[in-house]
């Protein structure tokens, strides 16, 4: 039965030799059960059961080109390392890593948490950084908001139910008033309140911002920072999605102040003018066959439909996506287009699994031993025959 400790001893093994089907490691008591419950080849996990094995791990990292994601999670990971400096020489050599996950980490100042965090500036090669229940005090911000400024091709960044409060946030906003790339903010579960939606809207103001995803659930927002934020998106042109889910304090007034942004401008008796891009959807409510309606939403709205999504049941959903099409002719007009587009759907599946299209040859029967033996008799009176007219010629 494989254990922890040997799981771990494989993975150190793969890392070793580069293995190119390797690109996640998870570190810490509960991801190594996680990946051993997965069993997928591009995850491998580490237990540390002393300092010599995370020296060793580091010194292996350092040489990997293969890997991409570090996940490290467990409340007790300093108890069970002691030194790590051979670990977190091997990080800053490494190049390969892009996406840092932290969960149930200690960042204080001189933690095993902020020495990872630190070991990331050296080359400054992060995209991704998470962290999720995190200790963010004492020094904790502003080591995640140096390596921040010192990561600037970051697209994602989560710190998630950390107990993040407004002013603790100020740091990292204004680290991400500088990532140009940054497209996804992922906040939830923290304490930011109105102070903490000043700070974003000052970062959704600036003509540099690049987000299009901002999450803020479970954030201790009303109804005035639910404004703050709206009056923001008014100098925003990037954002597409924010979400405010389990902000309970949020009434119909908070609420309301997003109105303008999404309908646009409103008249004197409280009514809104909706935008072109609405109008003609609304007016499609009208109609008795919902069914219909949504399908000529689709149609009018998605121009091209992707099949990869159904790929992984092979040809088994092929028919449900013919048939959809086939009914789509009732309710729209441009029957040749809705043909084409069903060609084009029956394509792609024929392209991704072009031998489930082509009738596959017959077998051929092998020859039994009378056959052969046959065959061989025939082939040999053949040859004694054009032998013999060789001798008397």
Known sequence: METPQSFSRETTRRIRQNDFTLTTLKIGTCNVF??????????GGFVPS???????????????????????SDQYFHVLCGTIKEFIRGIKLNSSVHDLRLACCNLTEGSIGCEILSAFRHKGNLTKISLQECNLDNGGVQCLASTLQNCPNIKYISITESGLSAEQ?????GAARVLDQLKTLELSGNHI?????????????DPKCSLITLCLGENDIDDNSAIVLANAL???NTLRKLYLDHNTEITNIGWGAFC????????ADGTFALPGNLSHLVEMNKGTDKKQIAMEKILRNHPYFDMKPFFEWNLGTLPFVVGWFDQAKVCHEDTASIDARKLDSIFQFARAMPMMF????????????GQWLSAAVAILSFLLY????????
């Open 169 to 173: 946030l100020l740091k990292p906003a």
């Open 34 to 43: 996680f990946a051993m419950e997965i069993r997928g080849r591009q995850v």
């Open 234 to 236: 008014d100098k925003n």
């Open 386 to 393: 054009v032998a013999r007219d060789y001798v008397q010629g």
């Open 260 to 267: 303008h942004v999404i309908f646009g401008e409103y008249f």
């Open 50 to 72: 002393d300092s010599a094995d995370l020296a060793e791990l580091g010194r292996h990292l350092a040489n990997n080109t293969h890997l991409n994601r570090l996940e490290l």
């Open 193 to 205: 309140g109105r102070d903490g939606c000043e700070a974003l809207a000052t970062l959704l103001r």
């Open 358 to 369: 082509v009738k596959a040859p017959p077998k051929k029967t092998p020859l039994s031993m």
